[in-house]
Structures are given as C-alpha cells and as structure tokens.
C-alpha cells in the first residue's frame, strides 16, 4: 500500500510502499478517506513527544477518519506502532473507533478532530467548566486556540479572555466569540485586574513565560480558585516555577493530554465534539492536500490552517 514513511526521528515523511497491516482478534484494519498534519503527530514523528517509542521505518500520523470492513465510515485513534494514519490503510484497535454523524463531512471531521479534542477534553474532563464561568485561552491565535473559544462558549462559559502575539488575529477573534483579547507583552500589566474580577479556567497552549505570567497574576490580583490546564508548550517545555505560586494562592495546576486523560474519554470527548459540530458551526481553517505531496505539505504546514490529506 502507498503510505507516508518515517525512515529516521527527525526527518521528513517520503511517500512510498509499506507492507499491509494484518489485524489480530483485538483490531480492525481502516481503509482511511481523510487523516491531517497535527502538532502531536510532527513530534511523534521526531521523537520529542513524551508518547514517543516507535521504532523506524514507521507510518506517522494519530488519527483520522476511514472506512471499516462493513463500509461504516468512523472516526479512529491510531496508536499501533508503526502504522500510523498517514496511509492507505491503518491499524486499529476496536476499542479506538466512534462513529461518524451522518451529517458531518469527514474531511471537516479528521481537520477538527485533533484541535477540538484538546479543549474539549480540557474543559469536559480536566476543568469540569461550569456554565457562566470565565475563560482564559492562552495562545488563542493558533487553529486550536481559536477553536477552544467557539467550544469553550458552546459549552457555556460566561466570558472568555483570549491571548496571543498577533494582534491582527486576535482582534479577528473578537468576532469569533472573544470577550477580552490581551496580547503577550500586555499580560503583566492587564492580568491581575482582571483575575481579581474572576478568572476560572486557563487553557494554555504556550507554557513559557506567559503561562508563568498568569500565574503571578492569580497572586497579584488576589485570584480565587483558578483551574490551570496545560495543552501545549509552543513557547517552551520548561519554566522555572517558585513554590510560592501554588502556597499563596488558589491556583490549580492538571495537564490534558494523552496519558492525563484515557483513550476512552479521549474518544468520548471526540464524540461529543463531532456531534456538536453536527449541529453548530464548529470547524476550523484547514487545506486539502494530494497524499502523494506529504513530504512538501509536512514542511509547509502550520498553526493557522489544517493540512488534511485525503486519500
């Protein structure tokens, strides 16, 4: 079968021929219609995600949507190294497949899965998000960070503050259902005011220095609880984090990610998020791309729209 192929950590996929899978009792082989270019499935692939052990040659790719043997077309989580979802045909446990609304494009489904599952399950399984409370996504300008305010709304939060470092897109995102928007540079400053008006919940998709600047800022502003979810760490794997931050004030530190949350709950969230999609305008930028073009889609790819191949 044709298939993206990761000879070495590090380097780009070659497009090329790699040997079927053969499913055991436990598993299902997926004819795949539509997979996309993630950021967890790029650090996978080089070997600088926390989830990375997979020996090369290997097939990247997390997850996507696909055609069982019956013709039933689902949603899957490939997790069964070394066949990833960048291929004509994938591995799959059974217990990592949901299916589709019949109403939901599965090109959308595969674009919005990975992006939508982050603060779906951050905000559903992490922060347990009450209607009415206050958001505050940080790094809110990438795919994901936009989606998370148009999810965080769906699921009733009262107010949602928005960061980033591009204040063109983060005016743009006042339209998308941004009540505040605050850029990087400004957090220091802006921040304690506004915590000690209530902030509830902080999505963050950066780490670095501005997620240590929120969490200065739960002190400053005389914060009350403030459940902090880490998602992703484009500015950074490490801060250096003082004791004081956690002892003197009511700030709640939890990741979302795979191994914090259970496949099962990932994939129950990713239902809920297609179902919602069904009915709503939840989608996000996204690209289709040739599947024999992967080796220039995978360098040209990036946050601000979803290189989705379809086969």
């Not at 489904?109 to 958001?135: D, F, Q």
Request: charge should be neutral.
């Amino acid at each position: 079968m044709k298939a993206a192929i990761i000879n070495k950590a590090g380097e780009k996929p070659v497009y090329g021929e790699y040997a079927d899978p053969k499913p055991n009792e436990n598993q299902v082989v997926i004819k795949v219609k539509a997979t996309a270019i993630s950021q967890l499935a790029k650090s996978r692939a080089a070997g600088k995600h926390y989830s990375s052990e997979i020996a090369e040659p290997f097939i990247p790719g997390i997850d996507g949507t696909g055609y069982l043997p019956t013709g039933e077309l689902v949603y899957f989580l490939s997790f069964n190294a070394p066949w990833g979802s960048m291929a004509e045909k994938t591995l799959v446990s059974l217990d990592n497949v949901v299916r589709l609304p019949a109403t939901l494009d599965p090109v959308l489904a595969a674009a919005i899965a990975n992006p939508g599952m982050s603060s779906w399950a951050a905000l559903t399984r992490r922060a347990y998000l009450k209607e009415g409370e206050t958001v505050l996504i940080n790094g809110a300008t990438g795919t994901s960070g936009g989606l998370a305010i148009r999810i965080a709304r769906y699921l009733g939060a009262g107010k949602i503050i928005a960061t980033g470092r591009n204040k063109e897109v983060l005016e743009k995102l006042r339209n998308e259902g941004a009540d505040v928007v605050l850029t990087l540079d400004s957090l220091t400053s802006e921040l304690p005011a506004l915590m000690s008006e209530g902030i509830d919940v902080v999505l963050d998709y950066l780490w670095g220095q501005s997620a240590l600047d929120i969490m200065t800022a739960a002190i400053a502003g005389g914060a009350r609880t403030v459940r902090f979810v880490q998602i992703g760490s484009l500015s950074g794997q490490e801060i250096s984090l003082h004791s004081k931050l956690l002892r003197s004030s009511g700030l709640t530190l939890m990741g979302s990610g795979l191994g914090s949350v259970s496949d099962k709950e990932l994939l129950s969230s990713i239902s809920e998020l297609f179902l919602a999609a069904s009915k709503s305008d939840l989608s996000v930028p996204f690209m289709e791309r040739y599947f024999f073009e992967v080796a220039d889609a995978w360098s040209a790819d990036d946050s601000r729209c979803r290189t989705v191949f379809t086969l």
